[in-house]
């Protein structure tokens, strides 16, 4: 167990040393001098002078690199040249917005997409399977974007349940009431990420009731519920885990179109926003931050296997 | 105790289904094995399925009827018996590496059916105290082992262990041995053997192998194309046996004095459901077929001893076909 952890971090460790070579030298691959870009066309040439200064550009490419990555390492990403604060506090400013959005956003996913997949596995090829597998497919398949309009023309525009737009955060005023800002985009978010855990709890769900060991369960004369929840469902898990990592990297990138529709204070839109305003530091440091985050989730997706699979040797 | 009355099961379409057990008759009293004998595909399995009530989709029991005690229990699922008072059939099956959940610990899976049908029991203590009788050594500690952690041999002592835990009348064995080395294999007969006659069950043992059936059967069951084409006692059986497939079967058994003669078979292939002939199935590969055999119905053998075949020109003893 211990050997396969310290195992995993290294490998994870090194994924990071590799990914942060690339975010690093994102900004040496921009056409021209980056700082000019940055700057725009109307900067004067003290201003450039200073810039360059400042983010070390005429050093070797390689101090340039220790430099960032070390100061990465301790916590420090650089400063966001639009809004002269640190990037760490920009990427704070969108962390309650964006992880209570992800948050409740696998909940829906796990609330919806394993109880609806198992109903649709043990009424196979019923109508119910088939309506719920062609709203699985339908939910797939369109957009978040689209499904996120939707939602505000319907919930908020039209009936006015929900409000539209914007996330007042639950520490100022208003409480965890200020969740309710959060259920028409955790909505948009959830819907095609469940529908893939639907299908995929149902085709695992089905695949491993034709396991030899179902039958000799049923064989036991327990309760064909107790078939379902304990072996089959049990079983099933495995597959569906593993997707939980995928999902997340889904999250990520819908997130951003997500939280862009529904105007909301978090992660993806500020990185969009500094896309636009081209705050290199700031999408750099989103982007690095992201695939940390990326890679703790799947140690804890692999590292849950052992719990579910007893045959998983750590 | 357990009688089976001209037991039909059939797959597909309800239309034009496809026979798959054609009108199997077969009793087992308490301590007593039968040992049902076939090539694969001929329906042992199915017959087996469908006694436990556990047909897979699309497979049905089209006709006759189960007995156990008096009780028809036909059309139950297993845990519909168990309600009713009468689950009292359970089976071990073939493959030992897949027929346990990989996921839980074996005292759990063994545990599991304890419960339904020893409520009053302390599951735990009924679950080691199963584990002896199938002589699974340090019984206690085997309980928290994962079945990955087990040989073949030790899963399929388990199983026998799971299937006791259902306190059988009678125990339906499919192909228990077919997948372990032959040490094993005598080892897990000697336990069927031993349980059968110390818990006075009647034990149904699916095999395709006669030497198998020369160690176990009291009596034997020959399946072919979906019935049972002989039936008779062990010994009287392989001495002189009456159908000329049961004849043929038992030539194809290694012979080391005879070695020199070759590997005997059986020109052909038995026949896959739906594709069954008229009149006997096994006329297409049997050298005393006549054109009376290849139509209409086949006549009941039935020679002293509870004997019985189904065929035009049974064997005189000593005769080859």
Same mark, same amino acid.
């Given at each position: 167990?211990?050997?396969?952890?310290?195992?995993?971090?290294?490998?994870?460790?090194?994924?990071?040393?590799?990914?942060?070579?690339?975010?690093?030298?994102?900004?040496?691959?921009?056409?021209?001098?980056?700082?000019?870009?940055?700057?725009?066309?109307?900067?004067?040439?003290?201003?450039?002078?200073?810039?360059?200064?400042?983010?070390?550009?005429?050093?070797?490419?390689?101090?340039?690199?220790?430099?960032?990555?070390?100061?990465?390492?301790?916590?420090?990403?650089?400063?966001?040249?639009?809004?002269?604060?640190?990037?760490?506090?920009?990427?704070?400013?969108?962390?309650?917005?964006?992880?209570?959005?992800?948050?409740?956003?696998?909940?829906?996913?796990?609330?919806?997409?394993?109880?609806?997949?198992?109903?649709?596995?043990?009424?196979?090829?019923?109508?119910?399977?088939?309506?719920?597998?062609?709203?699985?497919?339908?939910?797939?398949?369109?957009?978040?974007?689209?499904?996120?309009?939707?939602?505000?023309?319907?919930?908020?525009?039209?009936?006015?349940?929900?409000?539209?737009?914007?996330?007042?955060?639950?520490?100022?005023?208003?409480?965890?009431?200020?969740?309710?800002?959060?259920?028409?985009?955790?909505?948009?978010?959830?819907?095609?990420?469940?529908?893939?855990?639907?299908?995929?709890?149902?085709?695992?769900?089905?695949?491993?009731?034709? @396991?030899?060991? &179902?039958?000799?369960?049923?064989?036991?004369?327990?309760?064909?519920? =107790?078939? %379902?929840?304990?072996? #089959? +469902? *049990?079983?099933?898990?495995?597959?569906?885990?593993?997707?939980?990592?995928?999902?997340?990297?889904?999250?990520?990138? @819908?997130?951003? &179109?997500?939280?862009?529709?529904?105007?909301?204070?978090?992660?993806? =839109?500020? %990185?969009?926003?500094? #896309? +636009? *305003?081209?705050?290199?530091?700031?999408?750099?440091?989103?982007?690095?931050?992201?695939?940390?985050?990326?890679?703790?989730?799947?140690?804890?997706?692999?590292?849950?296997?052992?719990?579910?699979?007893?045959?998983?040797?750590? | 105790?357990?009688?089976?009355?001209?037991?039909?099961?059939?797959?597909?379409?309800?239309?034009?289904?496809?026979?798959?057990?054609?009108?199997?008759?077969?009793?087992?009293?308490?301590?007593?094995?039968?040992?049902?004998?076939?090539?694969?595909?001929?329906?042992?399995?199915?017959?087996?399925?469908?006694?436990?009530?556990?047909?897979?989709?699309?497979?049905?029991?089209?006709?006759?009827?189960?007995?156990?005690?008096?009780?028809?229990?036909?059309?139950?699922?297993?845990?519909?018996?168990?309600?009713?008072?009468?689950?009292?059939?359970?089976?071990?099956?073939?493959?030992?590496?897949?027929?346990?959940?990989?996921?839980?610990?074996?005292?759990?899976?063994?545990?599991?059916?304890?419960?339904?049908?020893?409520?009053?029991?302390?599951?735990?203590?009924?679950?080691?105290?199963?584990?002896?009788?199938?002589?699974?050594?340090?019984?206690?500690?085997?309980?928290?082992?994962?079945?990955?952690?087990?040989?073949?041999?030790?899963?399929?002592?388990?199983?026998?262990?799971?299937?006791?835990?259902?306190?059988?009348?009678?125990?339906?064995?499919?192909?228990?041995?077919?997948?372990?080395?032959?040490?094993?294999?005598?080892?897990?007969?000697?336990?069927?053997?031993?349980?059968?006659?110390?818990?006075?069950?009647?034990?149904?043992?699916?095999?395709?192998?006669?030497?198998?059936?020369?160690?176990?059967?009291?009596?034997?069951?020959?399946?072919?194309?979906?019935?049972?084409?002989?039936?008779?006692?062990?010994?009287?059986?392989?001495?002189?046996?009456?159908?000329?497939?049961?004849?043929?079967?038992?030539?194809?058994?290694?012979?080391?004095?005879?070695?020199?003669?070759?590997?005997?078979?059986?020109?052909?292939?038995?026949?896959?459901?739906?594709?069954?002939?008229?009149?006997?199935?096994?006329?297409?590969?049997?050298?005393?077929?006549?054109?009376?055999?290849?139509?209409?119905?086949?006549?009941?053998?039935?020679?002293?001893?509870?004997?019985?075949?189904?065929?035009?020109?049974?064997?005189?003893?000593?005769?080859?076909?």
């Amino acid at each position: 167990m211990g050997r396969y952890v310290i195992g995993r971090i290294g490998a994870a460790a090194a994924t990071l040393f590799a990914a942060s070579i690339v975010i690093f030298s994102f900004i040496h691959l921009i056409p021209g001098d980056p700082v000019s870009v940055m700057l725009g066309d109307a900067a004067t040439p003290e201003q450039v002078a200073a810039l360059r200064e400042r983010m070390g550009l005429d050093e070797p490419i390689w101090v340039q690199y220790l430099v960032w990555a070390g100061n990465a390492l301790q916590g420090d990403l650089g400063r966001s040249i639009f809004f002269e604060t640190p990037v760490t506090q920009v990427i704070a400013d969108g962390a309650e917005t964006s992880i209570l959005l992800a948050l409740i956003t696998m909940i829906w996913i796990v609330l919806f997409g394993i109880p609806v997949g198992i109903l649709a596995a043990i009424r196979q090829g019923t109508w119910i399977d088939q309506g719920l597998s062609g709203l699985a497919m339908l939910l797939a398949s369109v957009p978040t974007f689209w499904v996120g309009l939707y939602l505000i023309l319907i919930f908020a525009a039209g009936l006015g349940w929900f409000p539209s737009s914007g996330y007042p955060s639950i520490f100022e005023g208003g409480g965890l009431a200020n969740l309710q800002y959060l259920l028409l985009p955790s909505i948009a978010l959830a819907a095609p990420n469940a529908a893939l855990i639907l299908r995929l709890t149902r085709a695992s769900m089905l695949d491993v009731s034709r @396991e030899d060991f &179902v039958r000799t369960a049923r064989a036991k004369g327990i309760r064909p519920s =107790r078939v %379902v929840l304990r072996h #089959i +469902l *049990r079983n099933a898990l495995l597959a569906v885990v593993s997707a939980f990592g995928f999902t997340f990297a889904a999250l990520i990138s @819908e997130a951003v &179109v997500t939280e862009t529709v529904f105007a909301l204070p978090g992660i993806g =839109r500020t %990185v969009v926003q500094s #896309i +636009l *305003r081209r705050d290199y530091p700031v999408i750099q440091g989103v982007i690095l931050v992201t695939v940390c985050l990326y890679l703790v989730i799947n140690l804890l997706v692999d590292l849950s296997y052992r719990l579910l699979d007893p045959r998983v040797e750590l | 105790m357990l009688s089976v009355t001209d037991l039909t099961v059939s797959a597909g379409p309800r239309t034009s289904p496809i026979g798959i057990v054609r009108g199997v008759s077969l009793g087992v009293d308490q301590g007593e094995i039968l040992c049902l004998v076939g090539e694969s595909g001929c329906g042992k399995s199915m017959t087996s399925l469908a006694l436990m009530g556990l047909l897979p989709p699309g497979a049905r029991v089209s006709g006759g009827s189960v007995e156990l005690d008096g009780h028809d229990i036909t059309h139950l699922a297993p845990h519909r018996r168990v309600r009713a008072g009468r689950g009292k059939l359970a089976m071990v099956f073939q493959e030992p590496m897949t027929s346990l959940n990989p996921v839980t610990r074996i005292g759990w899976q063994i545990e599991e059916a304890v419960r339904v049908h020893d409520p009053d029991a302390n599951p735990t203590d009924r679950a080691r105290e199963l584990l002896e009788m199938v002589r699974i050594p340090d019984a206690a500690n085997q309980l928290s082992a994962y079945p990955h952690e087990l040989s073949g041999g030790m899963r399929q002592r388990v199983m026998i262990a799971i299937a006791l835990a259902c306190r059988p009348r009678v125990l339906i064995a499919d192909e228990p041995t077919t997948a372990l080395d032959v040490t094993i294999q005598r080892q897990v007969l000697g336990i069927i053997r031993e349980l059968c006659d110390d818990l006075d069950m009647g034990v149904i043992f699916i095999t395709h192998d006669l030497g198998v059936v020369a160690q176990i059967a009291d009596r034997v069951a020959v399946m072919y194309a979906g019935r049972l084409v002989e039936t008779g006692a062990v010994a009287p059986l392989f001495r002189a046996p009456l159908h000329p497939y049961t004849e043929r079967l038992m030539a194809c058994l290694p012979d080391p004095a005879a070695r020199s003669k070759g590997f005997a078979t059986i020109p052909g292939s038995a026949p896959r459901p739906g594709e069954i002939p008229d009149g006997c199935a096994f006329a297409p590969r049997c050298p005393r077929a006549q054109d009376v055999c290849r139509g209409g119905e086949v006549p009941v053998v039935r020679p002293e001893g509870g004997r019985r075949a189904l065929c035009h020109f049974p064997l005189a003893e000593g005769e080859t076909a």
